[in-house]
């Protein structure tokens, strides 16, 4: 068990090594590359690790050549930021998280390779998102595909395919009408303000990204999803209100907050732990 344990560790980090090489590029509309510092200079083999160039103190590019065609703007600084070796030791901490919950409910081995994969796909949609507000189709249309093999391959313990589409379409069809009533809620209160207002409570790519959480969870487990996605972007969202408080900054009505790590967090734990979840909130 500890060699397992060791080997999902090696795995979960080579996985945030990869999100991190992908949460550079994609939100930019770029192919993925190996991986270089903010002003698009390369970065040595052993600091293409986030942890290994903050412990080998290669957090900042070298003598190495800029290239504007991959720099990232949205970086003020050339360092590599904590999100790097943050974003590491997430991937493998849901690793290992998913690693005990296929121990605990026997889970066969070909069924845990597809959660390997979906955690590393969580990892990387929670990370676009906070950084730059985004739920990229390029992510989630071939995650989609990825769930769909897996309802058709193993159709015990994860949903049959017939299950998962309709799961799919229950998640796509409920996020849609809040979508869409944002909108007009959005529209109503900014005649009612007298002034424009931008934003809206749920992205299209918010509604893709439940959409998913259907097709690899099934139509009951989506159910149970959708209502703690609710309660955990609520409680996120108090929580927000009182740290700006604490911290002396004032909340402003309408501010922007990603969606989509609570959407992740609620698939995470119906994928893993649907059953007993959705005995305790629903008793069926």
């Known amino acids: 068990m500890l060699f397992e344990i060791v080997i999902i560790i090696l795995v979960g980090w080579v996985a945030g090594i990869l999100v991190n090489a992908l949460a550079d590029e994609l939100p930019y509309r770029r192919n993925p590359a190996l991986p270089v510092y903010a002003d698009g200079s390369p970065r040595p083999v052993t600091a293409w690790s986030g942890i290994l160039a903050y412990v080998l103190n290669q957090r900042a590019p070298e003598g190495g050549k800029p290239n ?6 949205y970086d003020p600084s050339n360092e590599l930021s904590w999100r790097y070796p943050a974003t590491e030791f997430l991937t493998i901490i849901l690793m290992l998280i998913a690693y005990m919950a296929a121990q605990q409910y026997d889970v066969p081995f070909a069924q845990q390779v597809f959660w390997y994969i979906y955690m590393a796909i969580m990892a990387l949609i929670i990370v676009i998102d906070i950084e730059h507000k985004l739920i990229l189709f390029v992510v989630i249309i071939p995650s ?12 015990v313990p994860q949903p049959s395919l017939p299950n998962a589409l309709i799961g799919g379409l229950i998640g796509f069809v409920t996020f849609y009408l809040f979508y869409k ?24 790519g918010d509604v893709m990204m439940i959409t998913l959480t259907g097709l690899m969870v099934g139509a009951a487990h989506v159910i149970v999803a959708l209502f703690l996605t609710v309660i955990f972007g609520a409680i996120g969202a108090l929580v927000y209100i009182v740290a700006r408080s604490l911290l002396g900054s004032r909340y402003s009505a309408f501010t922007a907050l990603p969606y989509g790590p609570y959407i992740v967090l609620a698939t995470i734990l119906m994928l893993l732990f649907g059953e007993p979840i959705r005995m305790a909130m629903m008793g069926v």
């Open 181 to 204: 009533g944002g909108f007009l809620f959005t529209y109503l209160m900014g005649k009612m303000r007298g002034e424009e207002i931008n934003t809206v409570a749920f992205g299209y």
């Open 68 to 73: 504007t065609k991959r720099n990232r703007e």
């Open 144 to 155: 989609a595909i990825i769930a769909l093999i897996d309802a058709v391959l193993l159709p």
